[in-house]
């Protein structure tokens, strides 16, 4: 159900956004104490408050009228941070040459985290500089890499 919601919210404001300078980064629906539904998106430059505050009123509306949601839920419109997780491939080859931390459901050659330079990812692997080929089924998550 819940992949169901994402995937038309995700249609939904794809249309609304679309000839606009953002960009739907991603979309979860997921129940934590209540419902969320959580829009993140970004454009060049960033996002900030006033542009979350102006697509989440007018997305407000479109999820009104359309109803594809029963239950109670809070709508949340969120930059999608500076640690961004990579998931579509538009990511990944926007990202390309930058640093980023992998995360991997379990050990591989005994490390369950890389860092490294993007290089890109095909069907089967991701590929960072100075690592052999990380199989994509081992991937728990790919994250935008940050010095503090």
């Known amino acids: ?15 609304m956004i679309e000839g606009t300078d953002f ?4 979309v ?14 970004d454009k060049a430059g960033g ?4 542009d979350c505050q102006m ?11 359309e109803v594809i949601i029963n239950e109670p839920y809070i709508l949340e419109m969120s930059s999608p941070g500076i640690d961004r997780v990579l998931k579509k491939d538009r990511d990944f080859v926007r990202e390309a040459g930058k640093v980023v931390d992998v ?14 330079v993007l290089e890109g990812r095909d069907k089967n692997f991701l590929k960072l500089a100075d690592f052999d080929p990380i199989p994509r089924e081992k991937i728990a998550q790919v994250r935008l890499h940050i010095d503090f």
């Open 47 to 50: 996002i900030d408050l006033d």
């Open 103 to 116: 995360t991997l459901y379990a050990p591989l050659d005994g490390k369950k985290n890389f860092t490294g």
């Open 1 to 15: 159900m819940a992949d169901n919601i994402a995937s038309k919210v995700e249609k939904l404001m794809s249309e």
């Open 23 to 26: 960009e739907l980064v991603d």
């Open 28 to 41: 979860e629906y997921v129940k934590e104490h209540d419902w969320y539904l959580r829009i993140f998106v």
């Open 55 to 65: 697509l989440s009123e007018k997305f407000g509306k479109i999820l009104d009228k």
